[in-house]
């Protein structure tokens, strides 16, 4: 690959690693609620904080205080860039008020600064899962109108006062999580949404995706008019869903379930609603508030890239559903079956490196746009010698297979992407089970499950692996 203005970087979320979850004027959001689980175990949502629980979140791996430390060894890393979040209640600890809060406006320009000295380019997700508490418990979430309103305040606001410091930013992380009605933490991580009983889970899905696909929309078209030079993406969770066989009928299974995949960066690139979407809100009869107004800021607010993330692939077969099958995977479909031809995590997500040479051409072939995997990465257990080492080695794997999968994307098929940036480039608390255990880092933090830990940074050998892969900007791959 010859671009040398390639971004390669690491991938974080504020709720993931900041802690500080009430310092700096900050509010609650709605991940500050949730306990930790495990693999297989789901995370609870508490009604409020309740003071025998614990919340992994709250501390989280402390960046909030170790920023500059931090920082530091992501510059030794090497690293280009480096993807994260603005909390959302940091700026407006509510959500609903009027003024920004300027303690956390000053926090992010101070980590922002710091990254910029070190030769790091911040590239910003706006709502990665950290809607204020309040929007949730008050409006409703992203069920009410409001909301639209509420986030284009906030996105304007950190468009004007980073505007010279950040280009690259995305509106909402994972957007299309949430099509997985089964799981209520989709809904309310992405959303700030419960279901009510007696309400039909399909339609307020429509519903709240019509109002967070506005709201995104709206941030662009702000955004382009307070710096035009701002590209402003999408962010998906791109899960390829392979057909079983090449039986005609597993072959349409997984032309319809990829309409999961495919229906929010749609209507983010196009600026209207697919035909096969259409379809379904008249054939299930879904009364959806959608006007003309909002019709023509879609077509107006489309995005200048396609910001996703790449871990695993899955398959559908036709007229099974997996309990039936006993072979139930993440990211699974009512008819999702394991993939035999390839193996998974400790945590059940099948490892497919090809898969993200195939999404990179399928979304490129789709929509044309520049594409940017802002997330990518193995989640294990590491366990650290004597000498605090870690030798992990699968990790180096999982990532080399997936950065050449990418690379002949780029060199062979000619697919026009941006940057990597590896998720969890420091270890974090995960997102789906809230432990620690398991480790997506190049940077191990010593703090456990519990929270236990002195919370000391050491460089695994990945470091040292992925520090040689930016410096030969993917050449040398072993
Ligand atoms: C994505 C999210 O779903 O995957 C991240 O954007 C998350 O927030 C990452 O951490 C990995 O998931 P997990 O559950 O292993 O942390």
């Excluded at 690293?79 to 994260?84: H, I, M, P, W």
């Excluded at 967070?212 to 078209?221: G, H, M, R, Y």
């Amino acid at each position: 690959m010859n671009n040398k203005n390639f971004l390669w970087g690491g991938a974080l979320a504020a709720h993931q690693f900041e802690g500080g979850w009430n310092e700096g004027g900050k509010g609650p959001s709605v991940v500050d609620v949730m306990t930790a689980g495990a693999h297989g175990v789901a995370r609870q949502i508490t009604d409020t904080i309740e003071s025998d629980k614990f919340y992994p979140n709250h501390t989280a791996i402390d960046f909030y205080h170790h920023y500059k430390e931090d920082i530091k060894l992501f510059a030794e890393l090497g690293l280009k860039c480096l993807r994260t979040s603005i909390a959302w209640t940091r700026i407006y600890p509510n959500g609903d008020e009027l003024e920004p809060n300027e303690a956390g406006l000053q926090f992010y320009d101070d980590v922002f600064d710091e990254l910029i000295a070190n030769g790091i380019e911040p590239v910003i997700t706006l709502s990665h899962f950290e809607i204020p508490l309040h929007l949730a418990k008050k409006y409703g979430g992203f069920k009410n109108r409001k909301m639209v309103d509420f986030f284009e305040r906030f996105a304007i606001t950190c468009f004007k006062r980073y505007q010279h410091k950040v280009k690259y930013w995305m509106t909402f992380n994972e957007i299309n999580n949430q099509m997985d009605t089964s799981n209520p933490i989709f809904f309310w991580t992405n959303s700030g949404v419960q279901v009510a009983a007696g309400e039909d889970p399909k339609q307020v899905l429509y519903q709240v995706a019509h109002y967070e696909l506005l709201a995104s929309a709206k941030a662009v078209i702000a955004g382009k008019k307070i710096n035009p030079d701002f590209q402003i993406g999408c962010m998906i969770s791109h899960v390829p869903i392979y057909p079983y066989s090449c039986h005609p009928d597993d072959i349409m299974a997984a032309e319809i379930a990829m309409r999961q995949r495919f229906f929010f960066p749609d209507v983010h690139v196009r600026g209207y609603y697919p035909n096969y979407a259409l379809k379904e809100f008249e054939r299930e009869g879904y009364q959806l508030d959608i006007t003309e107004e909002d019709l023509a800021i879609l077509k107006q607010g489309t995005v200048d890239y396609i910001g996703f993330s790449y871990y695993m692939s899955t398959v559908v077969k036709a007229n099974v559903t997996n309990d039936n099958q006993g072979n139930i995977v993440n990211g699974a479909l009512p008819n999702s079956v394991a993939n035999i031809y390839i193996k998974s995590s400790d945590w059940g997500w099948p490892i497919d490196p090809v898969g993200l040479r195939y999404v990179l051409n399928e979304l490129y072939d789709r929509y044309q746009l520049p594409l940017f995997i802002v997330e990518n990465g193995f989640g294990a257990i590491d366990e650290p010698d004597q000498h605090h080492h870690i030798e992990d080695t699968a990790r180096i794997d999982y990532l080399g297979q997936h950065i050449k999968a990418m690379l002949t994307a780029i060199d062979y098929d000619g697919v026009d992407v941006i940057g990597y940036t590896a998720w969890g480039i420091i270890d974090v608390v995960s997102f789906t089970t809230g432990e620690m255990k398991k480790r997506y880092g190049v940077i191990y933090v010593d703090r456990d499950n519990q929270g236990n830990g002195s919370m000391k940074r050491y460089k695994k050998a990945s470091f040292n692996w992925y520090h040689d892969v930016i410096k030969t900007n993917g050449k040398n791959i072993k």
